[in-house]
């Protein structure tokens, strides 16, 4: 495909076709828990779709929320937070404190308080410079009538311990219906820190449930172990970079990076463990599996699907609009290292069709979210950045 001003994706019949990836899998010996865990046969679907460029001149873009009235907010990875009116991206919001901008390291997430008519909040998560190092953070501030600074800021919430690697931080944000905040957190990528995946006295490799002022939640799994961090909702991940709630069960789906294999997509379920650095389809970069290929232990999860080699698997929803019938109930997620968007049939819990869209733009992208006109858009990690429209 080309990318000429509206972009035509042609698609076929809806079938059973060979799966989307053709590369040799580099885990070879590392055989799925589960007939549909990996390379599930491909799907095209039937209509016509389009991908328009609609704003540029962002730098990284990261998060992107919509007002009520359709204008954006979105963040750069550099530590920006801009205002899109009418595709128009505004100056940076003025109040934003200090951001470590090395490695992975930046400007992460942003989310509108669900209540921000009322509170005029904006969330947003980041690398903090701090003595010794740097901490994963979740910011709070007020957003000023003018739009144009950031107001009582606050940081909620920081993550422990402090380490001076810069990569692996995560991190993605998601408001249940109650208003409590579900942030993920990564491990931090060096042999030694990531072990702490598995430490509940740490938030690295952690999700957590926070309340809107980084309280911890009544009721999370270990608000009664000794020693556990009581704001930790799920623990063993990696660098999980992609959040949606299923829109019939509920339930809260994840994305995680694996290394050059083993990226996961998960249900979340409260006090599981998910296995990272124990148990994983991942194929380090020195070209050695994970902990000498374990892929399974007892009290840990199986992934629901996993890609081999990776795509890094990042932002992340199920499409509920109606203006694409076939789509309905699809999860899409944005790959970065595959540079495509997946979309995948999901019936009951498991996946049953892979499709990718967009591959021949050559973009990452980062993330993806569904509009308040029901139209899906999505963002590329660029130094020339874009949103895209995705329509019919």
Do not use: C
Request: charged content about 25%; cysteine-free; aromatic content about 10%.
């Amino acid at each position: 495909m080309a990318l000429t001003g509206l972009l035509l994706l042609n698609v076929q019949a809806f079938a059973q076709l060979p799966p989307v990836e053709t590369l040799p899998a580099l885990g070879k010996d590392l055989k799925p828990a589960f007939a549909t865990q990996t390379r599930i046969a491909g799907v095209e679907s039937k209509t016509k779709v389009t991908i328009t460029p609609i704003v540029s001149g962002l730098e990284s873009p990261w998060g992107l929320d919509f007002f009520a009235d359709g204008n954006m907010i979105v963040s750069e990875r550099p530590g920006r937070i801009r205002i899109i009116r009418r595709d128009i991206p505004g100056d940076p919001i003025e109040g934003v404190p200090p951001v470590l901008l090395k490695g992975d390291a930046g400007m992460y997430d942003v989310k509108l308080d669900p209540n921000f008519k009322k509170t005029r909040w904006v969330f947003w998560t980041f690398v903090e410079p701090v003595e010794g190092g740097s901490v994963s953070s979740v910011a709070r501030a007020r957003l000023s009538d003018d739009e144009k600074k950031f107001e009582d800021l606050k940081i909620i919430y920081r993550t422990t311990p402090v380490y001076a690697g810069p990569n692996h931080n995560g991190s993605r944000m998601i408001f249940d219906k109650k208003g409590n905040l579900f942030v993920s957190f990564g491990e931090k990528s060096d042999d030694e820190i990531r072990k702490k995946a598995q430490d509940l006295s740490s938030s690295l490799g952690k999700i957590v449930r926070i309340t809107k002022d980084g309280q911890r939640v009544k009721g999370n799994p270990f608000e009664k172990t000794p020693g556990a961090l009581p704001e930790i909702w799920t623990y063993g991940h990696r660098n999980p970079q992609g959040f949606a709630f299923h829109p019939e069960t509920g339930e809260l789906w994840a994305t995680d990076h694996g290394p050059n294999a083993g990226d996961e997509l998960n249900i979340i379920n409260p006090g599981l463990n998910y296995g990272w650095p124990v148990i994983s389809y991942g194929i380090e970069y020195s070209g050695k599996p994970v902990n000498n290929g374990l892929t399974k232990n007892d009290g840990m999860e199986q992934p629901i699907y996993f890609w081999d080699p990776a795509v890094a698997p990042s932002g992340m929803l199920f499409y509920t609009g109606r203006g694409i019938p076939e789509w309905k109930g699809s999860l899409f997620i944005a790959a970065l290292r595959g540079s495509h968007i997946i979309r995948l049939v999901i019936r009951d819990n498991k996946v049953v069709g892979e499709e990718r869209l967009f591959a021949d733009l050559h973009k990452r992208f980062r993330h993806i979210v569904q509009g308040p006109d029901q139209d899906i858009f999505a963002i590329i990690d660029d130094k020339d950045g874009k949103i895209f429209r995705i329509s019919k």
